[in-house]
């Protein structure tokens, strides 16, 4: 077992290296922008200034040092956005807060809701209830963000004034206004995400049914709850933690772009949605990379909680 | 059947495998991999078919049975060995070279559920080795129809998906694929043990024939020795990848040598309640040790009641007796006096055998 | 003599499926006694361990209907609350599978899954019920019992996991094991040793066993009476000698011919019983054997019962329409019991 920790790790390592130096070439290197000295000066600067602020930022070093230089940079704090000069931690830091608590408050709702909501239609496959949750889920997962977020926001927030129209109160000032503030994008984020999630749980459920172990567990006397719990889920659930796990790390990472923008959240999916509109590379560099960090660790996490659950995976 | 004294291998057998090694190294490691050690799955086998001989490979699983016909369609790489057919040495042969033998040698699977491709009509299943024959496009649907005659299929089943087959119906389409290459040999990999009994036997009596019309040349693998005595005329034991016996058919259930094949024997229930109160059985304790890195010696010695010092140091030599039956045992079974001092080692012996003979028990 | 063991009568179970119903055990009577050995042997689709299942409710559901009567010591089986039914199963009844490979849950150790057939019965502490599973362990054989029970399945060789498997039916000292194909997965000399375990804990627990399998051999080494199944219908049942040196249906002729065996050499064809077993979805009318039946005549087109036809062993239960003595000719191909190859019109 610990081999295989200490394995998954080192792969984990070597995996962010490589994505990071491949990433650097295409934003700063491959530049499609043209010359980032050209992009420091401004529209104005004479060509000895571009060579003046090329020399001073390292842009006429190899490549790797050059590399080396900019995730050091992005990673104590020191890289600026060429375009509008402000701090890329700085802004990622502002962004943070309210990225994290959408994404993990609507992670972990979407996760218990669809473990639900997929035993559930498993446990009553073929009934009316299975029947209503297909439906559902189908609705679910043909749902745009945006059109929920919108519908939500017209008729729960303004008609009824149930929720905050938008914005994002931090935890600190007051956690239930934090709370109030979210409900509305976590119900958004999430409702793609129960519909596949639970559609997947139940299929993996009904396939595990049909285990012969599954039958043995029935044949020693075992109660339909115990079977459930013990014989069933825990082998059914694999799939759908792989799955949160990777989503997840996306989400954190900026990829939830349009539920932050239809609820003015100003979190880093926003930031992100901004750097591409400027073309702002050191801004979308950084934030490529923490999605590509937040993705990278995860699925090292993911699959070292398979190893945990099932012993087979252990050998490594 | 096979003359008695068969030439034990040499020119003229269709299939010759000389000293046959299928070694799978076993990787660990913290960061790089490296062998630590190898699972010797067929370990220094030496076997030969005759043109309308059926030969038929036995053993239980981990024995290399299932490694020995994948190795000899080439889908698995030697370690060290040759393999000839029809004196022509394919171990190594490139792609192209192999075109020609791949036609000769076919292959019959023991799951025909799987083995057949479930979006394809049973026409385009059969189609594609009669093209790849070089048959005209007009004549594969005469051909085709023919070839399910012959497997006891009807022309209007050409139209149907292999899932509307019953098991023994599946294996026949396998069986007419095979044969829409006109091959010498096929290699039947546990053809009947997946189906029902009563189907089982139509399908050996469907092998049958096929080689008595064709002139064909089997090599049949199976799990146990009760289906194979029907159907071969020499029959060979395997045990962690070696050669423990090899002998006329008829002669290895009367006059078993090898403890090996007795332990099989024996396990078998006769399906004849007074025949099997009668009998005096030994049941064979242990379990198939791993077959990675074996140890010294015979193989079988760790589960072997006869076994002694020199079975655990010193590997048996593959040791020939009258009538061209082998066993490598330094204690064999049913054999007299004068039959042991008559007893040759045979070529077919594993390199890193002994020298020794067997001798009689003090 | 009182009431069997396990008295089953008339049992019927029908699956609803998209294409109609499916009547995978069409009148199944038989009874069991204690200590005894009954071999249920058929093919697939003949029902035979549907019946066993159905036994253990593990066929109930909403598209099963299960009609007829099970009765075990007295009790019925087939209208118990799923409640009373969990308290008989793995407790009364235990049952060995085919598959020892995937019958285990991957992902628990050993130890564990027998403790927790043991627990879910009896009132012991987990250290108790750990105690008795190295107990069951040593007593199937397996080496170092205490030791392998911290191991998980995969960590086993099939036969040990076979083992494994016998040990946690016998947990709780069941009255009935039955073994559904228990040595088919198995090695030749790997299925000598599950034959061997079983035969030794028929005489110490005096369980009555019934045994679900295809193979004749491993019933003529093992059982003391045969029920024959075709098709979701019992054809014969009888002692294991009138079975085999008296077989009144062609279908055990046929069955009984088609074996290769490794104590005689048949250099003759194998006479093969000609197609296929039919649909179960329709049926033919009659004897479900006549289609594939070279002695079918007229009458076969009526379902014969189940009922003694010899007049010398009342036990000796057959359906089929022929005259004992004509059997007794019927039967005999070069010498030896089969099924003649039918006359092709």
């Known amino acids: 077992m610990a081999r295989f920790v200490i394995r998954r790790l080192i792969t984990m390592v070597l995996m962010l290296i490589v994505i990071s130096f491949v990433t650097f070439l295409l934003f700063i290197v491959a530049l499609p922008g043209g010359n980032p000295a050209a992009l420091i000066a401004g529209r104005l600067a004479t060509p000895a200034e571009v060579h003046l602020i090329s020399v001073r930022y390292g842009f006429d070093k190899p490549i790797w040092v050059q590399y080396v230089r900019t995730m050091a940079n992005l990673f104590d704090g020191s890289a600026y956005s060429y375009q509008e000069g402000f701090n890329v931690m700085g802004a990622i830091t502002r962004g943070a807060p309210a990225t994290l608590s959408l994404s993990i408050g609507a992670g972990v709702f979407w996760l218990l809701s669809s473990i639900g909501l997929g035993t559930l239609a498993a446990v009553r496959s073929g009934r009316y209830t299975d029947r209503v949750l297909t439906v559902l889920s189908m609705v679910g997962v043909s749902m745009p963000p945006f059109l929920l977020g919108a519908v939500l926001i017209y008729y729960v927030s303004y008609k009824a004034g149930v929720l905050p129209i938008n914005g994002y109160i931090s935890f600190t000032v007051s956690p239930w206004q934090w709370f109030r503030h979210l409900i509305g994008p976590w119900i958004t984020l999430s409702v793609l995400f129960i519909g596949f999630y639970s559609r997947v749980l139940r299929g993996s459920i009904l396939d595990a049914q049909g285990e012969d172990y599954v039958r043995t567990a029935r044949a020693k006397g075992l109660s339909e709850r115990r079977v459930l719990v013990r014989h069933i889920l825990r082998m059914s659930l694999l799939p759908i933690i792989s799955l949160w796990g990777l989503d997840i790390a996306q989400v954190i990472g900026g990829g939830a772009i349009l539920t932050e923008s239809v609820w003015g959240l100003h979190g880093i999916g926003q930031l992100a949605f901004n750097a591409i509109g400027a073309f702002d590379t050191v801004t979308l560099l950084a934030i490529v990379l923490l999605t590509a960090i937040c993705v990278v660790v995860m699925s090292a996490l993911v699959d070292i909680l398979y190893a945990v659950l099932d012993p087979r995976i252990r050998l490594g | ?362 | 003599m009182s009431e069997p063991l396990l008295q089953i009568e008339d049992l019927a179970v029908r699956f609803r499926t998209d294409e109609g119903a499916v009547r995978a055990v069409d009148g199944v009577s038989l009874s069991v006694e204690r200590g005894e050995v009954v071999a249920v042997v058929g093919e697939s689709g003949s029902g035979k361990s549907v019946t066993g299942m159905t036994l253990m409710g593990l066929t109930r559901g909403p598209n099963a209907e299960i009609s007829g009567s099970a009765r075990l010591d007295g009790r019925e089986l087939l209208t118990m609350s799923n409640r009373e039914l969990r308290a008989v199963r793995g407790n009364d009844i235990a049952m060995v599978f085919q598959d020892p490979m995937s019958s285990l849950n991957p992902v628990y150790r050993v130890g564990d899954q027998i403790v927790e057939q043991i627990r879910t019965h009896q009132q012991l502490s987990r250290q108790q019920a750990m105690a008795r599973a190295v107990e069951l362990m040593e007593r199937v054989g397996v080496p170092r019992a205490a030791e392998r029970l911290r191991s998980y399945p995969h960590e086993f060789s099939g036969g040990m996991r076979q083992r494994v498997m016998i040990a946690m039916a016998l947990s709780c000292s069941p009255k009935l094991l039955i073994a559904d194909e228990p040595t088919t997965a198995l090695d030749v000399t790997i299925q000598a040793q599950i034959l061997e375990e079983l035969r030794q804990l028929r005489s110490e627990t005096n369980a009555g066993i019934i045994l679900v399998t295809h193979d004749l051999a491993v019933v003529a080494d093992i059982a003391d009476r045969v029920v024959v199944m075709y098709s979701g219908r019992v054809v014969e049942q009888g002692t294991l000698d009138e079975l085999f040196y008296d077989p009144q249906h062609p279908y055990t002729w046929g069955l009984l011919g088609s074996i290769t065996r490794v104590d005689s050499d048949r250099s003759a064809r194998l006479p093969a019983i000609d197609g296929m077993p039919p649909s179960l979805l329709a049926p033919p009318p009659g004897c479900h054997f006549q289609p594939r039946c070279p002695h079918a005549f007229e009458r076969c087109g009526e379902v014969p019962e189940l009922s003694p036809r010899t007049p010398d062993s009342p036990g000796h239960l057959d359906r089929c329409w022929l005259e004992v003595e004509r059997k007794r000719t019927l039967r005999l191909v070069d010498g030896q019991i089969g099924l003649a190859a039918p006359v092709r019109a």
């Open chain 2, 1 to 362: 059947m096979s003359e008695s004294g068969l030439p034990e291998q040499g020119p003229g057998a269709l299939l010759a495998v000389d000293h046959l090694r299928v070694l799978f190294p076993v990787k660990a490691g913290l960061i790089i991999d490296r062998t630590v050690s190898r699972v010797h799955a067929v370990d220094d086998v030496s076997l030969s078919i005759g043109t309308g001989e059926t030969l038929g490979v036995v053993g239980e699983s981990g024995c290399g049975k299932t490694t020995l016909i994948r190795a000899l369609v080439r889908l698995i790489k030697a370690t060290s060995g040759q393999i000839h057919f029809r004196d022509l040495d394919i171990t190594a042969a490139s792609r192209r070279q192999l075109l020609p033998v791949r036609r000769e040698m076919q292959m019959v699977f023991q799951d025909p559920q799987a083995s057949l491709n479930p979006r394809k009509r049973i026409r385009q299943i059969l189609a594609t080795p009669l093209a790849l024959r070089g048959l005209p496009r007009a004549e594969i649907e005469a051909e085709s129809r023919r070839l399910l005659d012959r497997v006891g299929l009807r022309p209007e089943h050409l139209g149907r998906f292999p899932h509307e087959f019953s098991g023994g119906q599946r294996q026949r389409i396998g069986i007419a694929r095979a044969l829409a290459m006109q091959p010498k040999l096929i290699l039947l990999d546990e053809p009947v043990s997946a189906l029902d009994v009563s189907i089982q036997a139509q399908v050996i009596n469907l092998l049958d024939d096929l080689k008595e019309d064709l002139g064909l040349s089997y090599l049949f693998v199976a799990h146990d020795l009760s289906v194979v005595r029907h159907v071969s005329d020499r029959i060979a034991v395997m045990y962690l990848g070696k050669v423990m016996e090899l002998s006329p058919a008829a002669e290895l259930y009367t006059k078993p040598m090898h403890p090996y094949t007795q332990a099989l024997l024996d396990a078998i229930p006769i399906p004849d309640p007074a025949e099997n109160r009668k009998r005096v059985r030994t049941v064979v304790t242990g379990e198939v040790p791993s077959p990675i890195d074996p140890p010294d010696g015979c193989r079988f010695a760790s589960r072997c009641r006869h076994a002694s010092d020199i079975c655990r140091t010193v590997e048996p030599p593959l040791t020939r007796y009258a009538n061209g039956h082998l066993a490598a045992c330094h204690h064999p079974q049913n054999v007299s006096a004068a039959e042991l001092a008559a007893a040759v080692r045979s070529p077919l012996s594993p390199t890193s055998a002994g020298e020794q003979l067997p001798t009689l028990a003090a």
